[in-house]
């Protein structure tokens, strides 16, 4: 989802006078943005995660770099505008993308909770045997 919408939007859209910051690139589709890097890179990890269910300990691991790099991300998007805003500067409005990226880091402490509790469960049933 986080390709599709912009992160923000900087200026005023009724005087036409405005600048997305989105991941597919600044100024034109064509360039590359540095924000889409550790999207990218988080978005496979995802896929990583999901798929290695049966190695709880690297999931945990993996979960914990994926958020480093949705961290990177907020922090080359602070940086995106803080070099925009100076030139288009009377508005700043947040997009989706913003927050989709916040719900993925609530959603990654909450499957990192569900690891440990599980790791937990199969530790006590190992004991028990």
């Known amino acids: 989802m986080t390709y599709f919408f912009p992160f923000a939007t900087i ?6 006078n405005y600048h997305f910051i989105a991941p597919e690139g600044m ?3 064509q360039f590359l943005s540095w924000q889409s890097v550790p999207v990218g890179i988080s978005l496979l990890l995802h896929f990583v995660i999901l798929f290695a269910y049966r190695h709880r300990k690297r999931q945990i691991q993996l979960i914990r770099y994926n958020e480093l790099l949705i961290i990177a991300t907020y ?8 070099n925009v805003y100076g030139d288009y500067g009377t508005g700043l409005n947040f997009g989706f993308s ?27 049933v190992d004991r028990i045997r």
């Open 11 to 16: 200026g005023n859209l009724e005087l036409r």
């Open 27 to 29: 100024e034109s589709p």
């Open 75 to 82: 922090a080359l998007l602070g940086l995106s505008i803080f």
């Open 98 to 124: 913003t927050w989709m990226l916040a719900i993925a880091m609530i959603l990654n402490q909450f499957a990192k909770r569900a690891i440990r509790k599980d790791e937990a469960l199969i530790k006590s």
